[in-house]
């Protein structure tokens, strides 16, 4: 994992990627510093990063676009198989070094609270809370961009499909107020969300009993507690959508509270996600 | 050293490796033969633990490849058939890194690297960048990274292609001196290539394992194929004559040039090649007829794989 971790480190850094990564995330940060704690004059760094945090949008998809796809463009993924290490240590230390690169920005930034404290009265365990939150839930996004960089073989599709996901994520929450929060609506979603799992699941696994396995049981699921008590499916979809949004968390660190759930989401999303990781770059010795 | 046993392995509906079993012995030069799409490429890959098998196991050195992945990786070194490098780095960085990944640290790396660069000949490129080599080198290269870490078994897919002859001779050199230390498989579909370096010949066709032998053992196969063929100051019809004196001999291919002259080709399955073409020369030359050019034709690898492998079209690699 070390070997990996080290040559993925001196990669990005002997290429473009970790500077423009920096620069972008530097520039949002810095931006927003700008008219928020200088012109504004407000103490409180966290509302810049909750500002800022729009720019995950662009930033993700610069960072981890190439992350597997350019393995698999170069045939190196070829070289990671044949040598003596664990498809999940690749991973691993692929996502340690993406985790890294994110970390040096990050650092100069931890300073700006210290430099503001210098001219005033600035609450630190907030701005501090807030910045560490902001890394957590970068890292959550790093570990999805790293998987759906692992289906393809084309850096431009891995971030063409990175960004619209991450920006869905910003806005589902937006968008949860106006889908329908009826129960048949909802179950509707459902069906229409189990349908597309099942031709996700075919589409990885090539496996059709387990595909449309998979599917049946969850329509036959929503079918039965719809028929049995419907009151119950009655909102389902808007609180999905908000329990998936990795921002919505991230607002409560802005608001002073150090939520350790979710923390603990983000750990959650980013194992999910390394495991599928794995599981997509295994998946190519099978066909 | 290495066994194959009843190795299978299906993409959708094709059967790309069918039920292959084979054995290698330590310390030879094997040699991988068979048309594009035979299943060289494809069976390597699942040797190396690039892809899964859909049926069948494969021990190296005693590891099973599949259940202990990490042990049989490492008495194994591979370069596909497209050499896995990292174009923006130097030799020495690329090196670096494949032997730190397979265990290597601070002074044998160093030493490691240093033997197989020289090994490779590749010492004075080692910090340009590998976009700006030649092919030649990059292949070098490549053959450098799967000697890393001193593995007992190296497999070579296709390690010659789209390299210059001379290119050709140095890598062709490089692998018999590996095969003195190694057991070397590599894949080919250059045939002389393989009759050139290698003691042990595999050739496949549609997956399955056709022949399993020494080079020139294999040539014994196509004993039947032995022909004779010379050119006699005749007509036809007095050609044909004779021949029909000549007790050995039963089909023949005649062939009228212009001057009077005829060309015959048999094909025969005696071993006494020499005794066949001692009759001729005196049949014709009892009716005072010269025999220009006479010349017996053993039958080479060529013969055997296009006879082994006929009726092939290839469906691509993999």
Not at chain 1, 100 to 128: H, K, R
Not at chain 2, 129 to 144: D, E, H, M, P
């Amino acid at each position: 994992m070390m070997a990996v971790l080290k040559h993925e480190l001196s990669g990005y850094f002997h290429s473009l990627t970790a500077y423009i990564f920096s620069a972008f995330l530097l520039a949002f940060v810095g931006i927003g510093a700008l008219i928020y704690n200088i012109q504004s004059a407000v103490a409180n760094f966290e509302y810049v990063l909750g500002y800022v945090c729009l720019g995950f949008v662009v930033i993700i998809p610069i960072l981890t676009m190439r992350v597997i796809a350019e393995e698999r463009k170069q045939k190196t993924d070829q070289l990671l198989y044949s040598l003596p290490i664990r498809t999940s240590q690749i991973v691993v230390g692929k996502y340690f070094a993406l985790l890294a690169v994110y970390l040096v920005p990050l650092c100069i930034i931890a300073l700006y609270p210290l430099i503001f404290a210098q001219f005033g009265e600035v609450y630190l365990p907030t701005s501090y809370g807030s910045l560490f939150a902001f890394f957590m839930m970068g890292a959550a996004m790093i570990a999805v961009g790293t998987f759906i960089c692992s289906l393809t073989e084309n850096q431009g599709v891995a971030a063409g499909i990175t960004l619209p996901v991450i920006l869905f994520n910003y806005y589902s929450v937006t968008l949860a107020e106006y889908v329908s929060a009826t129960a048949s609506g909802s179950a509707i979603a459902v069906i229409v969300i189990a349908v597309l799992l099942g031709f996700i699941i075919r589409y990885l696994t090539k496996n059709d009993n387990l595909a449309y396995g998979a599917s049946i049981v969850i329509i036959l699921a929503v079918l039965a507690v719809y028929f049995a008590d419907s009151s119950k499916l009655e909102g389902l979809l808007p609180d999905i959508m908000k329990k998936l949004s990795l921002f919505e968390r991230f607002y409560t660190f802005v608001n002073g509270v150090f939520d350790l759930t979710a923390i603990i989401y983000y750990i959650t999303v980013i194992v999910f996600f390394l495991f599928l990781s794995v599981q997509s770059l295994e998946k190519r010795r099978y066909n | 050293m290495i066994t194959v046993e009843h190795l299978t392995k299906c993409y959708g509906d094709f059967m790309a490796v069918s039920d292959l079993s084979f054995e290698i012995d330590e310390g030879h030069v094997y040699g991988f033969l068979g048309p594009n799409g035979a299943g060289k490429s494809t069976t390597m890959n699942i040797m190396t633990g690039c892809l899964s098998a859909t049926e069948g196991h494969i021990r190296i050195n005693g590891y099973d490849i599949f259940e202990e992945p990490e042990q049989a990786k490492k008495t194994i070194g591979y370069l596909p058939e497209q050499p896995p490098l990292y174009m923006n780095e130097t030799p020495a960085e690329y090196l670096r890194f494949v032997g730190e990944a397979k265990g290597l640290k601070g002074e044998k790396l160093k030493r490691q690297i240093e033997e197989v660069a020289s090994q490779t000949k590749i010492e004075h490129v080692m910090d340009r960048l590998i976009s700006t080599l030649s092919k030649g080198y990059r292949q070098r290269v490549g053959i450098a990274q799967a000697l890393l870490g001193n593995p007992k078994v190296i497999i070579l897919d296709e390690p010659t292609v789209g390299l210059d002859p001379i290119q050709i001779i140095e890598i062709r050199d490089l692998i018999k001196q590996l095969g003195e230390n190694h057991t070397v498989i590599l894949s080919s579909h250059i045939l002389s290539e393989v009759q050139a370096i290698c003691e042990k010949v595999l050739i496949i066709s549609k997956g399955k394992l056709v022949a399993f032998d020494r080079p020139e053992n294999l040539e014994k196969l196509l004993l039947s194929s032995n022909g004779i063929s010379f050119t006699a100051e005749a007509s036809r019809e007095e050609t044909e004559e004779i021949l029909n004196e000549v007790d050995r001999i039963t089909k023949w291919d005649v062939e009228t040039q212009e001057d009077m002259l005829t060309v015959v080709t048999i094909k025969t399955d005696s071993k006494d090649m020499r005794d066949i073409c001692r009759q001729i020369f005196f049949a014709f030359a009892n009716h005072k007829i010269a025999v220009l050019e006479m010349a017996s034709k053993k039958a080479n690898l060529e013969d055997v794989f296009i006879e082994l492998t006929e009726g092939e079209s290839g469906v691509g690699e993999e």
